[in-house]
């Protein structure tokens, strides 16, 4: 694990954490804000050590759960979950293959989306309009994970050239 490793992934949950309080407010749909964090953890826990994602994961989810103080803790916790939970999946299975990094990926929204409809049930009551939200959000999380996780793989397999020729 190399200092540019930490920092490059530091950076990178930095902008996440930015494009989430800023910008996805911006675009929720019928009440339900996408998490940009579910994919970025995906790809960061794919690619890296657990003992580098652990504690920025730790961070980031303390950093964005101060911007909701009725639920303190709960994103902390859901991301500490999914990022212990993504390894123990993804640690038996091949390690390149972007189909069971998308099989993940879709594990992580629907464990992720149960938590929430789980602790907003017990705080309001479930009922239909709640269920119905978190089918929503499922779908919601689901595309736009996608589109963060396939972005990162993006960028991953750019390379700069300096050369002149």
Not at 74 to 83: E, V
Not at 129 to 144: A, H, Q, R
């Amino acid at each position: 694990m190399t200092p540019w490793q930490v920092i490059r992934t530091l950076f990178s949950g930095i902008i996440i954490l930015y494009l989430q309080i800023l910008f996805v407010p911006k675009i929720a749909v019928a009440g339900v804000m996408p998490n940009l964090f579910l994919g970025w953890i995906v790809y960061q826990v794919w690619r890296k050590p657990m003992g580098l994602i652990v504690p920025l994961v730790f961070f980031l989810g303390i950093c964005y759960d101060l911007m909701m103080p009725t639920l303190l803790g709960l994103q902390t916790m859901s991301f500490i979950l999914l990022a212990v939970g993504i390894n123990e999946f993804h640690r038996p299975l091949e390690q390149d293959s972007y189909i069971t990094m998308a099989i993940t990926l879709g594990l992580a929204v629907v464990v992720y989306s149960l938590l929430i409809f789980i602790v907003h049930g017990i705080k309001s009551g479930f009922s239909l309009p709640l269920f119905l939200v978190f089918l929503g959000m499922i779908v919601y999380n689901l595309i736009v994970s996608a589109l963060v996780t396939a972005a990162f793989v993006f960028v991953s397999l750019l390379r700069l050239d300096f050369r002149r020729g």
